[in-house]
């Protein structure tokens, strides 16, 4: 007998293993590339024959972009078929990096900066299609391993991009991107199951509703505060770390320095392992473990910078203590509306984001203002409200099964 083709288009395409793996690949590349040409900053601010500060502002708009990308873009993967936004999206981040790699002005480079950091909230969208084509017994499980691309991004940005630009320079660098970009929309079209878009909503109209999600769902307002309050935490730990370690008594150069972020190789797996524990006991447990984690490792590494093992295992622990918070917490998110989460992950990272952000400045600054120790403890202070947060506040706005409860109470027309 036939399927109907109307319970076909109501029921979602589900993704095996190899697509899973594709689309971490695919978060990871498209998360990475805004974040190669921070390493090789000098060298383009001597190609282009301009200061280092104005080359820093032109970079400054990748984040800009990105907070754009992550209202604007992610919401069109519920909205269109997603295989089909995802390609386009990688094509124009390959154009976008091919034209930064031919920019000869540093007044050119910012505004295509801003189109690579839109685009490069790819990674967003590709995490809000995994939970939505994802079993719901497994949808935490998945999330944690294409969120590990997303982490691994971050890091392989930075790594590979300054690599690459020692290599053969920091336009070929962009080229080299540019082109894995190319290739991963290709694969986008053919790997990425067809399915429809899951909602009727007008593109405007979805838009408009962003702020009102806030209001309407105590889930996504509770777990939005407490992912910001870390991630402040987190960029102001790494964001200090780095200022710390270029003063004496270290005095440490930029490429030494650098490698401390390997030791943030162990969220990625941290991500995988939370995945697969949120599906089993609940998002609060695993967010709550992860946060003692981070707090502890937190406030031992404000004291032991000195000691370069311990530092470097507590920045790991830390790392991994966050990541695996932020995977049961992103859950909560996307189990709102499971058929169509892209919209709630778009309103979550935008505030997320801001958090990131004023955690990056206040790190550097703190460092100068108050020293070391006194960012750590500032830090873990911020973890410690994100935790007392998820350990008062109802289970109903933790827990997976709680969420799925309020999205079919509460579901948006």
């Known amino acids: 007998m036939n399927a109907d083709p109307a319970d076909t288009a109501r029921t979602p395409p589900r993704i095996g293993g190899l697509v899973v793996l594709f ?5 990871a590349l498209g998360t990475a590339t805004v974040y190669p040409m921070q390493p090789a900053i000098a060298d383009v601010a001597d190609s282009l024959g301009s200061p280092i500060t104005a080359v820093g ?3 400054a708009c990748g984040p800009i972009g990105y907070m754009a990308g992550l209202c604007l873009l992610v919401p069109l993967v519920d909205r269109y078929a997603p295989g089909r936004v995802l390609a386009a999206q990688f094509g124009v981040l390959a154009a976008a990096l091919a034209a930064s790699a031919a ?16 685009c490069s909230a790819v990674g967003a969208g590709l995490s809000s299609v ?58 986008c079209l053919t790997v990425i199951p067809a399915a429809h878009g899951t909602t009727a909503r007008g ?11 806030f209001v309407r769902h ?36 930029a490429e030494r320095i650098g490698l401390y972020a390997l030791a943030g190789l162990s969220g990625i797996f941290a991500t995988q392992v939370a995945g697969a524990w949120t599906d089993r006991v609940g998002a ?26 311990v530092a470097l295992l507590c920045l790991a622990l830390f790392d991994a203590g966050l990541f695996a918070a932020q995977v049961a917490n992103q859950s909560t998110v996307l189990s709102i509306e499971p058929a169509a989460p892209a919209r709630f992950n778009g309103a979550y990272m935008s505030v997320y984001f801001v958090g990131g952000s004023l955690g990056t400045a206040f790190g550097a600054a703190s460092v100068e203002w108050f020293g070391w120790p006194a960012t750590a403890v500032i830090s873990v202070a911020a973890i410690g409200v994100a ?15 709680a969420a799925g409860r309020e999205a079919s109470s509460r579901f948006a027309p």
């Not at 935790?387 to 099964?401: D, V």
């Open 23 to 27: 689309m971490s690949i695919a978060a």
């Open 57 to 59: 502002v032109a970079l």
């Open 103 to 118: 920019v000869s002005s540093v007044m050119a480079l910012g505004p295509v900066i801003t189109v690579v950091g839109a």
């Open 130 to 187: 995994a939970s939505r084509l994802a079993p719901p017994h497994r949808r935490a499980t998945i999330l944690g391993i294409v969120t590990a691309g997303i982490s691994a991004g971050i890091l392989a940005g930075r790594i590979v991009g300054g690599w690459l630009a020692d290599e053969i320079g920091w336009r070929r660098m962009l080229l080299v991107f540019a082109v894995a970009s190319a290739l991963v929309a290709v694969c």
């Open 203 to 213: 593109y405007l109209s979805t838009l408009r509703t962003l702020p009102g999600l």
């Open 218 to 253: 105590a889930t996504l307002r509770v777990a939005a505060l407490r992912g910001a309050l870390w991630f402040f935490a987190f960029c102001a730990v790494w964001g200090g770390l780095a200022v710390a370690l270029s003063q004496p008594p270290y005095s440490y150069p």
């Open 284 to 309: 609060r447990r695993v967010i709550i473990v992860g946060l003692v984690l981070a707090g502890v490792a937190a406030a031992v590494v404000g004291f032991s910078l000195a000691n370069t093992v």
């Open 387 to 401: 935790g007392t947060i998820t350990a008062f506040t109802p289970q109903a706005s933790t827990g997976l099964a």
